[in-house]
């Protein structure tokens, strides 16, 4: 993992929708979070798939990947009047791991490219405003075995850490430690050193 996804991030908590029409065009906003690509592509459809008489369903997307995944379309509409308005702001509120679907009826009047990107940019605005957005550390679980002498000592250190973690005793004493991505070296680099190399690691 790369130390820029190691950071903390802003994502969703909750999915968002707005609804609003303008000059007769209807407007449905959706927004969620996703925890990968192919969460993002499963959210774009379920939305397609409940609006499926709907004139365009614009997707847009920002997901956490190596590399990191932007993704916009216009699905039929003026190049850069639906897609890119999303997706910028999606990038505008630094949201990352979130999918946006903007659902249009069209409705006989002919907005124009600067009509289309205000009004796709408000439909993403508002159904971003109705979620919670939450800031979120990537976390990775590591395990460490040690003999009964050093329990005390690795269970002393994860608790001034202040990181979860879970102990079972049997022949020898092994603690499953979950712990921010970006603390677990020194963790790590802790525990071997308070046990004097004795911790195993797995």
Do not use: K, Q, W
């Not at 969620?32 to 774009?44: G, L, N, S, W």
């Not at 249009?104 to 990107?117: C, N, Q």
């Not at 005793?169 to 603390?183: K, L, M, N």
């Amino acid at each position: 993992m790369t130390e820029e996804a190691a950071d903390g991030y802003r994502t969703l908590a909750t999915p968002g929708r707005s609804r609003f029409a303008v000059r007769g065009s209807e407007f449905v906003g959706r927004a969620a979070p996703v925890e990968d690509v192919p969460a993002a592509e499963a959210f774009v459809e379920s939305v397609a798939a409940e609006y499926p008489d709907a004139t365009h369903h614009v997707p847009a997307y920002r997901v956490r990947a190596d590399p990191f995944r932007a993704y916009a379309d216009d699905d039929g509409e003026p190049a850069g009047s639906a897609g890119d308005p999303v997706l910028s702001v999606l990038s505008g509120r630094d949201l990352e791991n979130v999918a946006v679907v903007v659902v249009r009826y069209f409705g006989g009047t002919e907005l124009g490219v600067g009509g289309l990107a205000r009004a796709y940019s408000r439909a993403a605005t508002t159904a971003l405003d109705a979620a919670e957005v939450v800031e979120r550390r990537p976390h990775e679980t590591f395990v460490v075995t040690v003999d009964y002498d050093d329990s005390g000592t690795v269970r002393s250190v994860l608790e001034s850490e202040g990181v979860a973690f879970e102990a079972d005793y049997a022949a020898t004493v092994t603690f499953e430690v979950r712990v921010p991505v970006v603390d677990a070296a020194a963790v790590r680099d802790r525990l071997r050193s308070a046990t004097g190399g004795r911790a195993e690691f797995g």
